[in-house]
C-alpha cells in the first residue's frame, strides 16, 4: 500500500515528449516550490482518500524534488522523489524504482511516473499540476493508471504554506 501511495501521491507517470529548457518556460514550476497542504479531493474517483497530505517541491537544476507525506486512514508515509524535464530515476527500496518526468507548459507542469522493477517499467499516474496566478492554490489533476480496474482520475486541491 506504501507504494501505491507513493506513486498516487507524488506523481507517478512517465513517457512525456521531454520539455525544453527551464528558462523561459520556469514560471510555472517557480510557483509549485514551497509547501502545500491539501484542502480537497474532488475527482470522480477520489472516495474520500487520502485523509491528509503534505507536498513540499524543492527546486533541482532541471526540475524539482518532492517530498509527498500522505495518510490514507493507516497512518502518515512520506515519499520522496526527484522530477526533471530529461527523467530522473529515484530508488523507492526493495528494488523498486520511480522514474519521473516533467514537461513545462505555459500555464502547468505536465508529469509522468513509472513504476520500474526488474527492468519492466509500468504507467503509475500522468497528471497535471497548476498553480492559481496568485499563486495560494494549487490543483493536481491526474489519472492513477495501475488500479487494477482500470485508469480512475482524481483532482486534489492544495493551499500554499507561508
Known amino acids: 500500500m506504501h507504494f501505491r ?16 529548457p527551464l528558462s523561459a518556460q520556469s514560471a510555472p514550476l517557480a510557483k509549485l516550490m514551497g509547501t502545500w497542504v491539501m484542502d480537497t479531493t474532488n475527482g470522480p474517483d477520489d472516495h474520500g482518500l ?7 517541491f524543492a527546486p533541482t537544476a532541471n526540475g524539482f524534488r518532492l517530498t509527498a507525506t500522505t ?28 522514474h519521473c518526468t516533467v514537461r513545462l507548459m505555459s500555464d502547468s507542469v505536465l508529469y509522468a511516473l513509472d513504476a520500474v522493477k526488474d527492468g519492466k517499467t509500468t504507467p503509475v499516474e500522468r497528471g497535471r ?6 499563486g495560494h492554490v494549487l490543483r493536481d489533476q491526474y489519472d492513477a493508471l495501475s488500479e487494477p480496474n482500470g485508469p480512475t482520475h482524481h483532482r486534489h486541491i492544495y493551499a500554499k504554506q507561508p
Open 5 to 20: 501511495c507513493l506513486a498516487l501521491r507524488g506523481f507517478a507517470a512517465l513517457v512525456l515528449v521531454v520539455g525544453g
Open 50 to 56: 487520502p485523509k491528509s497530505e503534505t507536498l513540499v
Open 71 to 98: 495518510d490514507d486512514g493507516q497512518g502518515p508515509g512520506t515519499s520522496t522523489f526527484a522530477c526533471t524535464t530529461d527523467g530522473a530515476t529515484t530508488d523507492v527500496g526493495g528494488g523498486r524504482s520511480m
Open 129 to 134: 499540476l497548476i498553480a492559481a496566478p496568485s
